[in-house]
């Protein structure tokens, strides 16, 4: 089974740091660009980073850009988010996104893992 | 960026009835948009990529259309499990980005 599952999310204060983890399985992730899609309290979804197949080439949201750094572990079939100077606007589910090949469509999706930033 | 506006942002329906939803580009994007529906708690589902072109396993009840900078998804026939929110992407640039959404509501 194709299976995107993201850990690492919990409760940190505002200024801390987070590192998000997503673990593919069913498929070659060595294959497929992978983004990080999140999704704060009642609101829509929005773009943070992604990356492709080679690690090359990162993609950021200008909210993020400079605090956050997307990187993958081909060997591992991982895909990481680190998440720095975080601002209580971070705070929402953060889902990992498969690409679908070729067509800039996210056709896998995680369950998500929820950031929460308070003091 | 380029902004994704939808319209409605919520409707009411009932079973059986034929609903539309509307998304329009702030300039053209070609064909390079998808929708997808998404339930409380759950993640987003791939439903139409390229406009209209129907992702494996999803119900034919679901079509898109359009190009450029105006596009709709409609769903023919209502059934309870496609009461849900809806969005919109556009994969034409980056940054990509989504719609606002519209929740379709039971009446």
């Known amino acids: 089974e194709v299976q995107l599952v993201e850990s690492g999310g919990g409760l940190v204060q505002p200024g801390g740091s987070l590192r998000l983890s997503c673990a593919a399985s069913?498929?070659?992730?060595?294959?497929?660009?992978l983004h990080w899609v999140r999704q704060a309290p009642r609101k829509g979804l929005e773009f943070v980073s992604g990356?492709?197949?080679?690690?090359?080439?990162?993609l950021y949201a200008d909210s993020v850009k400079g605090r956050f750094t997307i990187s993958r572990d081909n060997s591992r079939n991982t895909l990481y988010l680190q998440m720095g100077s975080l601002k209580t606007e971070d705070m929402a589910v953060y889902y990992c996104?498969?690409?679908?090949?070729?067509?800039?469509?996210?056709?896998?999706w995680g369950r998500g893992t929820t950031v929460t930033v308070s003091s | 960026d380029i902004q994704m506006t939808q319209s409605p942002s919520s409707l009411f329906a009932s079973l059986g009835d034929r609903v539309a939803i509307t998304c329009r580009a702030s300039?053209?994007?070609?064909?390079?948009l998808s929708w997808y529906q998404q339930k409380p708690g759950k993640a987003p589902k791939l439903l139409i990529y390229?406009?209209?072109r129907l992702h494996s396993g999803v119900s034919s009840r679901f079509s898109g259309s359009g190009s450029g900078t105006g596009f709709s998804l409609t769903i023919s026939s209502l059934l309870p499990e496609d009461f849900a929110t809806y969005y919109c992407?556009?994969?034409?640039?980056?940054?990509?980005?989504f719609g606002q959404g519209t929740k379709v509501e039971i009446k």
């Open positions: 300039q053209s994007i070609d064909s390079d």
């Open positions: 390229l406009a209209s």
């Open positions: 990356i492709d197949t080679d690690g090359y080439s990162p």
């Open positions: 996104a498969r690409i679908y090949y070729g067509v800039g469509s996210y056709d896998v």
């Open positions: 069913g498929f070659t992730f060595s294959s497929f660009a």
């Open positions: 992407q556009q994969s034409y640039s980056s940054p990509w980005t």
